[in-house]
């Protein structure tokens, strides 16, 4: 069974940083990319960043600049550092491989809550 295990998430002012922290199953961190994705409402579940096993990294142009993905490929960890963060960045955000199947996507986390206040 898959499991996903986000964390980190919370209230910030505009300009502060948050930390999240995904736990995956080994099944599912073993893909060659995990990504970060987010989900505000009204609004489709979008990826905001993906990390491959080498390490190499893309962001979504409304993040970039901004947001950091990395990978503990020991425990089965990846991690985003947000800073600089907008009240646009507000959202449910998960983490999941990419791309994903249809497997992958009825397999979610519960997601962590970002609130970013003005």
């Known amino acids: 069974q898959v499991q996903l295990v986000e964390s980190g998430g919370g209230l910030v002012q505009a300009g502060g940083s948050l930390r999240l922290s995904c736990a995956a199953s080994?099944?599912?961190?073993?893909?060659?990319?995990m990504g970060w994705y987010r989900q505000a409402p009204g609004k489709q579940r979008e990826l905001v960043a993906r990390?491959?096993?080498?390490?190499?990294?893309n962001y979504a142009d409304s993040v970039k600049g901004r947001f950091t993905i990395s990978r503990d490929n020991g425990k089965n960890t990846v991690y985003l550092q947000m800073n600089s963060l907008k009240p646009e960045d507000t959202a449910v955000y998960y983490c999941?491989?990419?791309?994903?199947?249809?497997?992958?996507?009825?397999?979610w986390g519960q997601g962590t809550q970002v609130t970013v206040s003005s």
């Open positions: 080994g099944s599912i961190f073993s893909r060659n990319f």
């Open positions: 990390i491959n096993l080498g390490g190499s990294t």
């Open positions: 999941n491989a990419w791309p994903l199947t249809a497997l992958l996507n009825n397999n």
